[in-house]
């Protein structure tokens, strides 16, 4: 079966939905005691609560049924077995061998690549050591402290929100910054941070064509050799490469012995477990690294051998698809009550919005349903202040992850207290609500009189029935936050293939690229000579006028 959408079981779900919409989850609460036992999972230091979601124990097991008829079983050994899932690229999908630990080899085209995940990660620790000890240094002999990343994308997300993450860990005396965008301003404000005779950039470009990442990575080249008073050789005790393209590194003038290496059946969004990995491992160490690829590793192997019923990944995906595909959820929010985690919902959103944006099914027709939703998000607590009102009274259903550690880092005074007590209330109220009953009561006692009480009860009453997941971890530490990711990952996976698309590839970032590329020449001969609507045109010929005007 290719799609869910074509089953007999698909009908049943709708008419189930039709019931289940009818419900509140205060009622399914109130009838049901023993709904939290039935719908959490307890998994290592992770408490997985589903059970504020619209669903019976119907739901789930017609949810399961799907599940069995899409083949997830045997698609998952598929992906772990480095069968070459991502069709349109003729690539296996193995960001789950960079983080095996079983011992057991992986094979692409009969090929073990553990040999080679092994020899890159040897060289990431000799590197990250001779770094950390300050064996390592610069042009003029002084040790490394600063460490900038510049790539963009996969290439950056992912090290970016760990080390933020795992700021507790980090190196006392190493700084780590990152450069992204091509707007100067990311680059300027990032050198006037760093001293660059102590400053280590690694450009971290799966393909090293990225126009971003070598425009900024050329600059940064240029602005060191100036430094050091135009010594080109000061480039080699100053410049890493993480890449799958040695060629590009090399015509980029970086010697492939500073070169990390990785390969095509990584996804650039699934790739901070690989090389791309190396600010993190010089940041937090190689130690902590690669408790972060252990942590992936439980995840993975959860997925694989955990049967649907108590399979954290896949649940969180058969609830996205619960929502996308019946109650026509368009977005989905994460809101991780921990200051680290501030990243997480920027990292999750490419992780999401690549992977799942796709209208084309696997055999290139255009689908009629809903796939991927819009991600989005914000650390706890400061939303409720901001978009929560949204959440609790507008017209739309956003169903949300609260993400929050039960021991924090920074123990001060009662705050931790306080966050949790937000985390808690916060679920329980989007799934509660307020009736008007209750509302009224509340105004009666502050001795509303009858007209001001009818006039505010539909204003100050709140519908409820809204879902959401609970994760709790004991506390964020490498280990858990790998196992964290991975689940996210492996959600995604399980929502590709219910939605019968191909969540391994990104055709659609393509044409902006082109069309920029030609319009770069347009803005630096000043003249247009390809064909533009007449808005692109107007707007580039404004910019022409004033640009002359003011420079
Ligand atoms: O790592 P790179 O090859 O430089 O690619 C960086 C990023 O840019 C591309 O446009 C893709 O949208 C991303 O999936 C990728 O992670």
């Known amino acids: 079966m290719n799609s869910p959408f074509n089953s007999p079981l698909w009908n049943a779900l709708e008419e189930h939905y039709k019931s289940i919409s009818q419900l509140h989850l205060r009622d399914l609460f109130h009838s049901d005691p023993q709904r939290f036992t039935k719908f959490s999972i307890c998994w290592n230091e992770f408490l997985f609560d589903y059970s504020k979601n619209r669903l019976t124990e119907k739901t789930l097991s017609l949810l399961f049924q799907l599940a069995n008829e899409i083949n997830l079983s045997e698609n998952i050994e598929k992906m772990f077995s480095g069968q070459k899932i991502n069709l349109t690229e003729n690539r296996s999908v193995l960001h789950i061998a960079l983080r095996n630990r079983s011992g057991q080899p992986i094979y692409v085209d009969g090929h073990n690549v553990m040999d080679e995940v092994k ?39 992912g090290p970016r ?21 091509i707007d100067g301003t990311d680059l300027a404000e990032v050198l006037k941070a760093v001293e660059l005779d102590q400053t280590l950039f690694i450009v971290s470009s799966k393909t090293f064509t990225t126009k971003e990442t070598l425009t900024n990575a050329q600059t940064a080249r240029k602005k060191l050799i100036e430094y050091f008073g135009g010594e080109t050789k000061a ?4 410049f890493v490469a993480v890449s799958t393209n040695e060629k590009a590194v090399k015509d980029f ?38 408790e972060l690829l252990y942590g992936a590793y439980l995840a993975d192997e959860h997925f694989r051998n955990t049967p649907f019923e108590k399979n954290i990944p ?29 990243l997480l919902p920027n990292y999750l959103q490419q992780l999401y919005m690549e992977s799942n944006g796709k209208r084309i099914n696997k055999e290139g027709k255009l689908i009629h349903y809903q796939t991927g939703p819009i991600l989005w998000g914000n650390p706890g607590t400061n939303g409720q202040h901001s978009f929560f009102q949204l959440l609790h009274q507008g017209t739309h259903l956003v169903p949300s992850d609260f993400i ?17 007590s937000n985390f808690f209330a916060q679920t329980e109220a989007l799934m509660k609500g307020k009736t008007e009953e209750e509302v009224k009561e509340e105004m009666e006692k502050a001795n509303l009189s009858a007209d001001e009480i009818k006039r505010l009860l539909p204003h100050r009453s709140f519908p409820g029935n809204r879902p959401s997941n609970s994760i709790l971890i004991t506390k964020i530490t490498p280990k858990t936050l790998g196992s964290l990711i991975a689940f996210y990952e492996h959600s995604i996976f399980v929502q590709g293939l219910l939605w019968n698309i191909n969540s391994f ?20 001969s000043g003249s247009l000579v390809s064909e533009h609507d007449c808005s692109t045109k107007g707007l580039i010929e404004h910019y022409l006028r004033e640009s002359r005007v003011k420079f």
């Open 119 to 157: 020899k890159v990660l040897e060289k990431m620790k000799n590197f990250s050591l001779d770094i950390r000890s300050q064996q390592w240094r610069g042009y003029s002999g002084k040790p490394i402290k600063y460490i900038v990343n510049i790539g963009i994308g996969g290439s950056d997300l």
């Open 235 to 238: 480039v080699e005790k100053h």
């Open 253 to 290: 003038g970086i010697n492939p012995i500073n070169m990390f290496e990785f390969w095509d059946w990584v996804g650039g969004r699934f790739s901070l477990w690989s090389a791309i990995g190396l600010s993190i491992v010089l940041y937090i160490g190689m130690e902590n690294f690669e």
């Open 161 to 181: 929100m760990v080390c933020r993450a795992l700021t507790p860990y980090g190196h006392k005396e190493i700084k780590v910054h990152f450069v992204s965008n």
């Open 314 to 342: 896949v649940i969180m995906a058969l609830l996205g698809f619960w929502y996308g595909n019946f109650f026509g959820a368009e977005t989905y929010g994460i809101f991780p009550y921990d200051q680290y985690l501030e």
């Open 404 to 420: 929050a550690p039960i021991e924090t880092h920074n123990p001060l005074d009662n705050h931790h207290l306080i966050l949790l």
């Open 505 to 524: 590839d990104q055709w659609g970032v393509e044409l902006g690229k082109q069309l920029a590329t030609k319009i770069e020449k347009e803005l630096a």
